[in-house]
């Protein structure tokens, strides 16, 4: 009885060395793989922290620039940004392109907010700010294709200018006339926009006017 159970021990021993050879390197490779993809995560995990913190490191450059009118440093740390963080790269290149108006560099302004790839909760203000530069700089056409599908109050507003400066005043007034609905009868900018209105040759909602 002991032999035999030597035997079947044997015999085991032998299906378990037969099996490890014919297995042995596929077992090993799996086990490699699986270390590969671990250590390859914690490598990205790692990489993507390192960008995140460069990202916020040219972020902060950008504001300093900014707050020290070095209108150059903010520019290249947001240069920087366009590569690294689509949001810090929005939020600072619009600050930049801000403070380049404010300087008096509308064409820098109007590069920078071209270079901005906005997402969508940003690209309604980035449209809105650089139709504004385009329509102060004689470029209606482009401004009106930036907002050819504009909704909000100031973006239809600024669509009214471009249109009234073409020469179009009736459809200047329909876009007036759409921003005043989506206006509350107190906002200040409603006014602005009831003189436009009025300016291009439209008559003022019976709700919108003065009573």
């Given at each position: 009885?002991?032999?035999?159970?030597?035997?079947?021990?044997?015999?085991?021993?032998?299906?378990?060395?037969?099996?490890?050879?014919?297995?042995?390197?596929?077992?090993?490779?799996?086990?490699?793989?699986?270390?590969?993809?671990?250590?390859?995560?914690?490598?990205?995990?790692?990489?993507?922290?390192?960008?995140?913190?460069?990202?916020?490191?040219?972020?902060?450059?950008?504001?300093?620039?900014?707050?020290?009118?070095?209108?150059?440093?903010?520019?290249?740390?947001?240069?920087?940004?366009?590569?690294?963080?689509?949001?810090?790269?929005?939020?600072?290149?619009?600050?930049?392109?801000?403070?380049?108006?404010?300087?008096?560099?509308?064409?820098?302004?109007i590069?920078?907010l071209?270079?901005?790839?906005?997402?969508?909760?940003?690209?309604?203000?980035?449209?809105?700010?650089?139709?504004?530069?385009?329509?102060?700089?004689?470029?209606?056409?482009?401004?009106?294709?930036?907002?050819?599908?504009?909704?909000?109050?100031s973006?239809?507003?600024?669509?009214?200018?471009?249109?009234?400066?073409?020469?179009?005043?009736?459809?200047?007034?329909?876009?007036?006339?759409?921003?005043?609905?989506?206006?509350?009868?107190a906002?200040?900018?409603?006014?602005?926009?009831?003189l436009?209105?009025?300016?291009?040759?439209?008559?003022?909602?019976?709700?919108?006017?003065?009573?």
């Open positions: 009885m002991a032999i035999d159970d030597l035997l079947d021990e044997h015999e085991q021993s032998e299906r378990v060395r037969s099996w490890l050879r014919s297995n042995g390197v596929g077992l090993l490779g799996g086990v490699a793989l699986g270390l590969a993809v671990i250590f390859g995560w914690q490598w990205w995990k790692n990489g993507q922290q390192g960008k995140q913190e460069q990202a916020y490191q040219d972020y902060q450059a950008a504001v300093e620039g900014l707050a020290k009118d070095d209108l150059k440093q903010a520019k290249t740390a947001v240069d920087a940004l366009a590569k690294e963080d689509e949001v810090y790269a929005d939020v600072a290149g619009l600050q930049l392109a801000k403070a380049q108006v404010q300087a008096g560099e509308r064409d820098a302004a590069a920078t071209r270079g901005l790839t906005a997402d969508a909760s940003l690209q309604p203000l980035v449209n809105l700010r650089l139709a504004r530069l385009l329509i102060d700089s004689g470029k209606h056409d482009e401004a009106l294709k930036l907002l050819d599908k504009a909704n909000d109050a973006s239809l507003e600024v669509r009214g200018d471009a249109l009234f400066a073409t020469g179009k005043a009736k459809e200047a007034q329909d876009a007036y006339s759409r921003a005043l609905t989506t206006l509350d009868v906002s200040p900018q409603r006014r602005i926009v009831e436009k209105l009025v300016h291009a040759g439209g008559t003022l909602p019976k709700t919108g006017g003065a009573a």
